[in-house]
Nanobody, 118 residues
Framework: QVQLVESGGGSVQPGGSLRLSCVVSGSTYSFNIMAWYRQVPGKQRELVAWSTSGGANVVVDSVKGRFTISRDNAKNTVYLQLNSLKPEDTAVYYC????????????WGQGTQVTVSS
């Protein structure tokens, strides 16, 4: 059974940083897309960044220059570095995976809360 487990969330002041991690286990195959989404109550889950097995690492425009995605295939782990955090970045961040190129794919983590507040 495939499991995605996120960690690294927390509460920070505006301008602070966090590093989220997502470890994938239980898969007999590799994933092409590893992605991060976020969701606030009452809103749709939105894509934040994704990484492909081919080495492409992409973040959406709203977080470009502040967030960075990376992955370590040997550790089955994808990371999201969050810098210069703003209150509007407050959300539950979810890890997502797909063997192909779907965004989102069918596999989700349980989410990790990021709260940015003074």
């Amino acid at each position: 059974q495939v499991q995605l487990v996120e960690s690294g969330g927390g509460s920070v002041q505006p301008g602070g940083s966090l590093r989220l991690s997502c470890v994938v286990s239980g898969s007999t195959y590799s994933f092409n897309i590893m992605a991060w989404y976020r969701q606030v109550p009452g809103k749709q889950r939105e894509l934040v960044a994704w990484s492909t097995s081919g080495g492409a690492n992409v973040v959406v425009d709203s977080v470009k220059g502040r967030f960075t995605i990376s992955r370590d295939n040997a550790k089955n782990t994808v990371y999201l570095q969050l810098n210069s955090l703003k209150p509007e970045d407050t959300a539950v961040y979810y890890c997502n995976a797909d063997r192909f190129a779907r965004r989102p794919g069918p596999f989700w983590g349980q989410g990790t809360q990021v709260t940015v507040s003074s």
